[in-house]
């Protein structure tokens, strides 16, 4: 007995397919799925839906499950959208070769 729970009881055919459920469709499917997407969009816009996943999956727990939305919740989705996009914004580039001819001559 394991804390008070048969060795039968542990482990069942339900969790054999959830395994499997969560090993095929949330794994190998979800992979092959996104490296297919991220040849046909620029790595911006896959930063930016990388950096949603957390958003959503708050989301989904807020909604459909028992977790409620408190100002933490928020304020930490927030910063981490906020993060992704200005890391992800488009900056001007600077070529250190010209500055540094520039002030040669």
Do not use: C
């Not at 729970?5 to 090993?23: A, P």
């Not at 959503?56 to 459909?64: E, L, M």
């Not at 499950?65 to 992704?84: H, M, R």
């Amino acid at each position: 007995m394991i804390f008070g729970v048969s060795r039968s009881q542990i482990f069942t055919w339900v969790h054999l397919v959830i395994i499997l459920y969560m090993g095929i469709f949330a794994t190998t499917i979800a992979n092959i799925t996104q490296t297919f997407g991220q040849k046909y969009i620029s790595s911006t816009r896959t930063a930016i839906i990388f950096a949603s996943e957390p958003l959503f999956a708050a989301f989904f727990a807020i909604v459909f499950g028992p977790d409620i939305l408190t100002w933490q919740i928020a304020v930490g989705g927030a910063l981490i959208l906020g993060g992704t996009l200005t890391s992800t914004s488009k900056k001007e580039s600077i070529d250190i070769t010209q500055v540094h001819q520039k002030d040669a001559s």
